[in-house]
T-cell receptor, first 117, second 115 residues
Framework: DAGVTQSPTHLIKTRGQHVTLRCSPI?????VSWYQQVLGQGPQFIFQ???????GRGNFPDRFSARQFPNYSSELNVNALLLGDSALYLC????????????????FGEGSWLTVV | AQSVTQLGSHVSVSEGALVLLRCNYS??????LFWYVQYPNQGLQLLLK??????LVKGINGFEAEFKKSETSFHLTKPSAHMSDAAEYFC?????????????FGKGTKLSVIP
């Protein structure tokens, strides 16, 4: 079975531009989360979506937005890119939105590397 | 708020030696704890998770971790390091209540294995 798939794998953008990152969850998974991993740091939670609704948001500015589609795939959008947005963006899927770990595991994709110049 | 602290940003061990990666958590209620591994230029792979069923948790690739409430620790161990274990390891904890849908990660420990 296919795991969590993300696209594109690498991209370079200029400051001020907009970027859209895409994620397809594991088949049957209805929850998608987004994390940002800056070089040398652990991943930081950005959003969680379940059944097309935002269920959680981390401490990120409004330049960051996301949505989930009827097929449970998701997009992460970042507007007005800053140099500090350069990072690995990880998508994760899980079967439900219940408490993580209670028989519910989060599976990560390989990420999208964003470089802002 | 839930948090984890990983002691040592970089650990080096000889091939065949014991691997010990340290993680301490901060939580007012019993948490769920995880260890993930990240190989270069890849995403995160779950090694093991603690969900209160047993304090000693066995994971993949010969790794295990022991939950010690008295020490608020969840250290990761492997009896004998292999070259393929070289990677970055992240300890993570769930939030509680409204935050239970997200993972909070430590800063990571990079493991080097010396031949």
């Amino acid at each position: 079975d296919a795991g969590v798939t993300q696209s594109p794998t690498h991209l370079i953008k200029t400051r001020g531009q907009h970027v859209t990152l895409r994620c397809s969850p594991i088949s049957g998974h209805k929850s998608v989360s987004w994390y940002q991993q800056v070089l040398g740091q652990g991943p930081q939670f950005i959003f969680q979506y379940y059944e097309k609704e935002e269920r959680g948001r981390g401490n990120f500015p409004d330049r960051f937005s996301a949505r989930q589609f009827p097929n449970y795939s998701s997009e992460l959008n970042v507007n007005a890119l800053l140099l500090g947005d350069s990072a690995l963006y990880l998508c994760a899927s899980s079967s439900t939105t219940i408490r993580v770990g209670s028989g519910n595991t989060i599976y990560f994709g390989e990420g999208s590397w964003l470089t802002v110049v | 708020a839930q948090s984890v602290t990983q002691l040592g940003s970089h650990v080096s061990v000889s091939e065949g030696a014991l691997v010990l990666l340290r993680c301490n958590y901060s939580s007012s209620v019993p948490p769920y704890l995880f260890w993930y591994v990240q190989y270069p230029n890849q995403g995160l792979q779950l090694l093991l998770k603690y969900t209160s069923a047993a304090t000693l948790v066995k994971g993949i690739n010969g790794f295990e971790a022991e939950f010690k409430k008295s020490e608020t620790s969840f250290h990761l161990t492997k009896p004998s390091a292999h070259m393929s274990d070289a990677a970055e390891y992240f300890c993570a904890v769930t939030g509680t209540g409204a935050g239970s849908y997200q993972l909070t990660f430590g800063k990571g420990t990079k493991l080097s294995v010396i031949p």
